[in-house]
């Protein structure tokens, strides 16, 4: 039962005097900072950090922890974010020391452990995505995307090429227009018919000679396997442009698909997804990509190599982009996905797939006779339902649901994305849930149609706090404690 | 298998309330021929117990920092976790849920996401924080990216080399496809030389990057700095080590406008390089143009204090290709790790961090240059990390036997500095005792006098 008096702020805790941690004496001999610092770069005294105990510590966020939804204890069916179940042996296997404790610029010699790890996962990307060339570094998939532009745009630059288009089409998540944008592209909007496919008309309208880049989320942000991807992808090589997998739903298509094999020429993968590394709140992520022979001269550095036994640190790309960030990458999420292919093992990374898609279209029977799914009867690891008729006949939204569904202590799936379907809820349950959670989820979705259109518009009711104020959040925003005393 | 429930009857009830004859059918929709046909090539699964004999064995291949004396640095440093930190960190409530996109079920983390920023700009004497991005170096090219929107200026942006080779390097990428050009200015004595900062920032330059203390361990005249840079009208964005804020002036203070950090050090291992924490701090003007989420205040329909995400029309999920950022997953458990070493620490605490890295890398510093063949190779005052040069010019064989006897002295500069070929950089945190900085020094020493005697015949 959560205690609200420890969860009020920090600052509002704080006592003058008080204090956790206890350091060290100085075991050197010490000298006066103003004999080892100039002056000018001083400061008087540290900053105004909270001053708490630490029991007061431990009590506040423990208590803070209690007001969040999580995996470990709800049901999360978060279409595209792949909620599955975080096993517990990949956090140990993370926080070994002999993993956790390395520092990035240690002698190759210290960390062949860790190499060989890291190479293995370089491996098990390419068998799994069907291309032949990896990097690691890239820290989310969002940095994934971009990060394969620019190895596109180094391409086309060494060609000589001007290609100065991505095309995206209009059902793709925003990180994807948003890399295009970062790279020095011009995105370019290509429609998806009602069905929830690439308008193949408007993508031959669209392709031309300018085109760098198609970017395709398959399976869709609908749940649903491309049918023209093949075409599509031969018509944009047949351009010179070149196919970016957007690899968030790897989920549906473990050994049963490999983009590699059907025309992509880059992708990230989500290892915070698919491979189960868990969201922390909003990241950490990775955001590996996988690429064709011919991109591969551009990837980031470095990449690690094998040479009879040893693992060895590559930078020695000429052809390069650089790096995306400091280091070698996310490792400590790199780790765990490792645990978890490792887990599996080839026929389980399949059931995996299997029995994603299978709890979906279980899901999605159950679901349709209460919301419409305008996209059909069947999906892979996702699928997205709509509020619409709902809110024509009773005034109920997809937020309204989604907000009552906290009530009945589930997670929300995801609402209004993708934009093209109205009154979006995009719902994907994972492998790692029952029978019998699908069914009491289903069960309560149809039982919140049947209530009350007030009851569920001031939804939810159990919850810590009630619907915010998000108009004022966004007009006066209020971003610090310091900035609460100015509004007082 | 390990991690779902379908038993064999549960299938068959599904695929028939589904109305299929078999899981395959599932996934018709995929054209036969693009079907792998095959198992994938990876080794076969393994349980529990073996998996974590196989992980230990990988890792037993590894010497971590404990096994070695760790002297290493340039961005990642083997600072003290306090327990709290993993305790709360291992909190599953936190760990295994998404970014707060339902505030109502997601007040835990959205009050901490506000609890880290608040921290974070009384560390940087800024008025805004975002909830955190992926590291240091791409926080740097971030904040670049904001400054050439804010000021319009697109000619270029001024990196001294005193700025860490590997954001300089993340800077150029971002920049590569843009038409702001990345202008690397050369440092005197390891620092920003006025004279050469002066005639390279003119009315193109959106920003010049200051690292304080920079690359070298030296401490810059940031305020010097800062008064070239907004002569010429650019912004200053300061690259800050959040543990030298205990001594040193804050980024605010000095003028900086927009302030970036890696943040690992705050409570997190240095797992060989990542995940790490991007922290980014800025002036209330640029709040509009900062990437990534950022919680705020509100209340909500019954009138109690709440909070939410907030100033969303920034971000890729409602402005798509116009967003000031792709950003979208960040680090969020990063920044609840950080928000608690903070609280843990508390002003006192820190400040007694950092006093212990300045005194114990100093007296470090000393002790070895007490030796003929150490010199320093900056005579600028340093924080925690410092430049000693090789008289000898033998840096990797020097490095090469002290690893033999457990120590990682150092990080050779010639990969970045070929005119520092014969210096390696060194870092002593608050957990390096006198004793091991003793045995650095004389385990260097001796080194010398046995790599210096074949040298001589
Ligand atoms: C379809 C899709 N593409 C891209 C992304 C971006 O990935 P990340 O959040 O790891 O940057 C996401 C995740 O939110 C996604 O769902």
Redesign the interface.
């Known amino acids: 039962m959560r205690n609200s008096r420890d969860t009020q702020l920090l600052c509002e805790l704080s006592r003058p005097g008080r204090r956790a941690a206890r350091l060290p004496a100085c075991d050197v001999p010490e000298r006066d900072i103003a004999d080892l610092l100039p002056t000018e770069a001083t400061a008087s005294s540290p900053p105004a950090l909270p001053e708490v105990t630490e029991p007061q510590i431990v009590r506040h966020f423990v208590n803070l922890s209690t007001m969040n939804m999580s995996v470990d204890t709800h049901f999360y069916p978060l279409g595209s974010c792949t909620m599955k179940y975080n096993p517990k042996r990949n956090e140990r296997a993370a926080a070994m020391p002999g993993f956790a404790d390395l520092h990035p610029c240690q002698p190759e010699e210290t960390i062949q452990g860790m190499l060989a790890l890291l190479y293995e996962m370089q491996e098990y990307f390419q068998e799994i995505s069907g291309l032949p060339a990896c990097s690691l570094q890239p820290a989310a998939g969002a940095h994934g995307e971009l990060t394969a532009l620019l190895v596109a745009a180094a391409y086309f630059k060494d060609l000589g090429e001007n290609r100065s288009k991505v095309l995206v089409p209009d059902n793709a998540h925003g990180t994807n227009p948003a890399s295009a944008a970062m790279a020095g592209y011009r995105s370019i909007t290509v429609k998806t018919t009602s069905d929830g496919f690439v308008d193949m008309a408007d993508l031959a309208s669209k392709l031309d000679d300018e085109v760098a880049v198609m970017m395709i989320t398959n399976p869709s942000t609908l749940g649903l396997f491309e049918p023209h991807m093949r075409e599509i992808a031969d018509q944009v090589h047949a351009r010179g442009g070149l196919i970016y997998l957007d690899g968030a739903n790897m989920n549906a298509i473990l050994g049963i698909t490999r983009p590699g094999d059907w025309g992509a020429d880059m992708q990230h993968y989500n290892p915070h997804k698919t491979f189960s590394g868990p969201h922390g709140g909003g990241g950490p992520g990775a955001g590996p990509i996988c690429v064709i022979e011919k991109l591969a001269p551009y990837l980031p550095t470095p990449i690690v190599r094998k040479e009879d036994s040893l693992y060895a640190l590559d930078f020695n790309l000429p052809k390069t982009i650089g790096r995306v960030r400091s280091f070698f990458g996310n490792v400590g999420v790199l780790v765990r996905a490792y645990a978890y292919i490792r887990t599996h093992g080839p026929d389980g990374l399949r059931e995996v797939s299997e029995n994603a898609v299978l709890n979906a279209n279980y899901l999605l029977s159950r679901v349709k006779h209460i919301l419409p799914v305008p996209q059909g009867n069947r999906c892979m690891h996702e699928f997205v339902a709509s509020a619409n008729t709902l809110k024509k006949d009773k005034g109920i939204t997809a937020m309204d649901i989604a907000k009552r569904l906290l009530d009945y202590g589930f997670h929300a799936p995801t609402v209004y994305f993708p934009l093209t379907v109205p009154e979006a809820m995009m719902c994907e349950p994972t492998e790692s849930e029952s029978k019998e959670t699908l069914d009491a989820f289903a069960e309560v979705l149809f039982r919140i149609t049947e209530e009350d259109a007030e009851l569920l518009h001031d939804a939810p009711h159990s919850t810590a706090v009630s619907r915010p104020d998000e108009v004022r959040a966004a007009r006066q925003p209020v971003l610090t404690w310091a900035a609460l005393s100015e509004a007082n | 298998?390990?991690?779902?429930?379908?038993t064999p009857e549960?299938?068959q009830?599904?695929?028939s309330?589904?109305?299929?004859e078999s899981?395959d059918v599932?996934?018709?929709?995929?054209?036969a021929e693009?079907?792998?046909g095959r198992?994938?090539?990876?080794?076969?699964?393994?349980s529990?117990l073996e998996?974590?004999q196989?992980?230990?064995?990988?890792?037993?291949?590894?010497?971590?920092?404990?096994e070695?004396v760790?002297f290493?640095g340039?961005?990642?440093y083997?600072h003290f976790i306090?327990a709290?930190v993993d305790?709360?960190g291992?909190?599953?409530?936190?760990?295994?849920?998404?970014?707060?996109?339902?505030?109502?079920?997601?007040?835990?983390?959205l009050?901490?996401?506000?609890?880290y920023?608040?921290?974070i700009?009384?560390?940087t004497?800024l008025?805004?924080?975002n909830?955190?991005l992926?590291?240091?170096?791409?926080a740097a090219a971030e904040a670049v990216?904001m400054a050439i929107s804010a000021t319009g200026r697109h000619g270029k942006v001024i990196v001294p080399e005193s700025l860490?080779p590997?954001?300089r390097?993340?800077i150029?990428?971002?920049l590569?496809?843009?038409a702001t050009e990345v202008v690397t200015i050369p440092t005197s004595g390891g620092v920003v030389d006025p004279e050469i900062l002066s005639e390279a920032v003119d009315e193109e330059t959106a920003a010049v990057v200051l690292q304080q203390p920079n690359f070298f361990g030296c401490?810059e005249?940031?305020?010097e700095v800062n008064r070239i840079t907004k002569k010429a009208g650019a912004l200053l964005i300061a690259v800050f080590d959040p543990m030298s804020?205990?001594?040193?002036?804050?980024p605010g203070?000095y003028g900086a406008n927009i302030a970036v950090a890696?943040g690992h050090t705050l409570g997190s291992?240095?797992?060989?390089?990542?995940?790490?924490l991007g922290i980014m701090a800025c002036e209330k003007s640029l709040?509009r143009r900062m990437p990534g989420?950022?919680?705020?205040?509100?209340?909500?329909?019954?009138g109690?204090t709440?909070?939410?995400l907030?100033?969303?029309?920034r971000?890729?999920?409602?402005?798509?290709?116009?967003?000031t950022?792709?950003?979208?997953?960040?680090?969020?458990?990063?920044?609840?790790r950080a928000t608690?070493y903070?609280?843990?620490?508390?002003?006192?605490?820190?400040?007694?961090?950092?006093?212990?890295c300045?005194?114990?890398s100093?007296?470090a510093a000393e002790q070895l240059c007490q030796h003929e063949r150490f010199s320093l190779a900056f005579e600028e005052?340093t924080?925690k990390e410092f430049v000693i040069r090789d008289r000898e010019n033998r840096v990797d064989d020097l490095?090469?036997s002290a690893?033999d006897r457990g120590y990682?002295a150092g990080?050779p500069l010639g990969r970045w500095y070929p005119e520092l070929a014969d210096c390696f950089l060194v870092a002593v945190t608050?957990k390096r005792?006198?004793a091991e900085?003793d045995g650095l020094v004389s385990t260097l020493t001796k080194a010398s006098e046995r790599v210096s005697v074949p040298a001589t015949v």
Request: charged share 20%.
């Open positions: 298998m390990p991690y779902h429930y379908n549960d299938k009830a599904m695929l309330a589904i109305g299929a899981v599932l996934f018709d929709s995929i054209p693009l079907k792998l198992r994938l090539d990876l080794p076969p699964a393994l529990e998996l974590d196989h992980l230990r064995e990988l890792a037993s291949r590894n010497t971590p920092a404990g070695a760790c290493l340039a961005g990642s083997d306090p709290v305790t709360i291992s909190r599953s409530e936190f760990y295994t849920s998404y970014t707060p996109y339902q505030a109502e079920a997601s007040q835990g983390n009050q901490v996401m506000f609890e920023q608040s921290l700009t009384e560390l004497g008025d805004v924080s909830a955190s992926y590291d240091g170096a791409s990216l860490h590997e954001y390097a993340t150029a990428t971002y590569e496809n843009l401490v005249d940031a305020a804020l205990g001594v040193l002036k804050r203070d890696e291992p240095m797992a060989y390089g990542g995940p790490y709040v989420r950022i919680a705020g205040q509100t209340v909500d329909r019954r109690n709440c909070f939410v907030t100033m969303q029309t971000e890729q999920h409602i402005r798509r290709e116009k967003a950022s792709n950003v979208c997953t960040n680090q969020g458990l990063f920044a609840l608690v903070l609280a843990q620490l508390g002003p006192q605490g820190l400040r007694e961090t950092a006093s212990l300045l005194q114990k100093r007296y005052p924080f490095l090469k690893l990682l990080l608050e005792t006198k900085i």
